[in-house]
T-cell receptor
Framework: NAGVMQNPRHLVRRRGQEARLRCSPMKGHSHVYWYRQLPEEGLKFMVYLQKENIIDESGMPKERFSAEFPKEGPSILRIQQVVRGDSAAYFC?????????????FGPGTRLTVL | DQQVKQNSPSLSVQEGRISILNCDYTNSMFDYFLWYKKYPAEGPTFLISISSIKDKNEDGRFTVFLNKSAKHLSLHIVPSQPGDSAVYFCAASGDTGANSKLTFGKGITLSVRP
């Protein structure tokens, strides 16, 4: 059973470009969470999605960031007009459900560097 | 406002000894507490969790203790092994739905000396 897949693993963008980060959850998991880790910091929650629905986006910056989890295909985190402050590691996690023990399984992360 | 705090940035222990990693929280609405282990350039790996209705959970070499009145939990690793050297994150969440998101501490770097 493959784990959570994220691609690309490394992404370099120039200021003003768009970044698209993809996440394929574990088989059988329908809940996806995105977290961001800035240097020397812990992981910060960004958004929680189920298939075709955004459940909680309270951690997402109000502008330039968006996320989706379509009926078919991976979850996408999109950052428009990237700035240097967006440089971070972005982790996706998936779980079977949101009730009970919350064992979220994490992908390897995408390391975004904005030049 | 940091709701989950890991106040010690690092810990060094001798192989075979006990490692005790501490975590404090401020939000009394948290229902679950989890520990994750992370190696450089990898995603966090789930280690062990505990429900707020329990005070102890054990899994092999790993034991988590929860003191609700003090809003404090700790992870004990016995015996410590060099392969345990990593960053350990304490995390907490509510019960259902939107409360299932994880709130992380900043992490503790554990070094186990051979």
């Amino acid at each position: 059973n493959a784990g959570v897949m994220q691609n690309p693993r490394h992404l370099v963008r120039r200021r003003g470009q768009e970044a698209r980060l993809r996440c394929s959850p574990m088989k059988g998991h329908s809940h996806v969470y995105w977290y961001r880790q800035l240097p020397e910091e812990g992981l910060k929650f960004m958004v929680y999605l189920q298939k075709e629905n955004i459940i909680d986006e309270s951690g997402m910056p109000k502008e330039r960031f968006s996320a989706e989890f379509p009926k078919e295909g991976p979850s996408i985190l999109r950052i428009q007009q990237v700035v240097r402050g967006d440089s971070a590691a972005y982790f996706c996690a998936s779980s079977q459900g949101s009730v009970g023990p919350h064992e979220q399984f994490f992908g390897p992360g995408t390391r975004l560097t904005v030049l | 406002d940091q709701q989950v705090k890991q106040n010690s940035p690092s810990l060094s222990v001798q192989e075979g000894r006990i490692s005790i990693l501490n975590c404090d929280y401020t939000n009394s609405m948290f229902d679950y507490f989890l520990w994750y282990k992370k190696y450089p350039a990898e995603g966090p790996t789930f280690l062990i969790s505990i429900s707020s209705i329990k005070d102890k959970n054990e899994d092999g070499r790993f034991t988590v203790f929860l003191n609700k009145s003090a809003k404090h939990l700790s992870l004990h690793i016995v015996p410590s092994q060099p392969g345990d050297s990593a960053v350990y994150f304490c995390a907490a969440s509510g019960d259902t739905g939107a409360n299932s998101k994880l709130t992380f501490g900043k992490g503790i770097t554990l070094s186990v000396r051979p």
